[in-house]
């Protein structure tokens, strides 16, 4: 059995990840709390993109009766979420930080704030010019004796997706340089596969976006581009071996 010094290093790593996780849950409920009272204007800008291209006369219906309650509500704790997130990856960094190198501290922090970057880069680039673009596509399909008329729990669904979609999405050029850093590959191996890498991101794209062809090629197309990116940057990161941990 494994005696009480060997088991107390684990009961503290416990300790901290409990304490970690219990600032991230505060965070995230304190931006709740402060966005609460907005949750209906905050719904309203999110639908603003459709909302514009309805048809004359159209608008939004709720099919349940709690819907216009409590989907303004959903949408601002997952917006909480969202908006904490640098303070959770603050609180994953002070977690892994001890039992990293000093080498990889100086990647690990660089690209936490990079992937957060990015994220907000994917949701915006999705807010502002692929709903506009998908939303005036679809109110313009019209079929006789249908009237367009959108549930607003299942339009947060739709939009949701997409905006984890696409921020997941941003995050390829951290993807890169991490697969490149750990030896898994490298930057020259990845230049020649780019052919196959282009045709991956449409099938990736075709998977994380609704079946219409504007939101996968504008989710693809950046895709792409990110990866060239990615691939710029990850030259500048190696990983260095037979390195001694960083004395305390």
């Not at 684990?10 to 609460?36: G, Y």
């Not at 993109?49 to 601002?76: C, H, N, Q, R, W």
Request: hydrophobic share 55%; proline share 6%; glycine share 4%.
């Amino acid at each position: 059995m494994p005696s009480i010094k060997q088991t107390q290093p684990l009961i503290n790593h416990l300790l901290e990840l409990r304490h970690c996780l219990l600032r991230a849950v505060v965070a995230v409920m304190v931006v709740f709390l402060a966005l609460v009272y907005f949750s209906g204007d905050i719904y309203d800008f999110v639908s603003k993109p459709l909302v514009e291209k309805l048809p004359e006369g159209a608008t939004m219906i709720a099919t349940d009766v709690v819907s216009p309650f409590f989907t303004p509500l959903k949408l601002t704790l997952i917006s909480s979420v969202f908006i904490a997130v640098p303070f959770i990856l603050y609180q994953v960094w002070l977690f892994v930080a001890p039992g990293l190198y000093k080498y990889e501290k100086k990647l690990i922090m660089p690209l936490m704030f990079s992937s957060s970057l990015l994220f907000y880069c994917g949701v915006a680039f999705a807010y502002f010019v692929v709903f506009p673009l998908v939303f005036s596509f679809f109110t313009t399909i019209s079929l006789g004796g249908v009237e367009f008329a959108t549930d607003i729990t299942s339009y947060l669904d739709f939009v949701l997706a997409l905006f984890l979609a696409f921020g997941v999405a941003f995050e390829v050029p951290v993807a890169i340089i991490l697969i490149c850093w750990t030896g898994a590959t490298n930057v020259q191996s990845l230049k020649q596969k780019r052919p196959y890498v282009v045709v991956a991101t449409f099938v990736i794209s075709m998977l994380l976006t609704p079946p219409d062809m504007i939101s996968q090629t504008l989710l693809a197309i950046p895709m792409c581009l990110l990866f060239e990116i990615g691939l710029f940057f990850a030259q500048f990161y190696t990983r260095q071996s037979e390195v001694e941990p960083e004395e305390e």
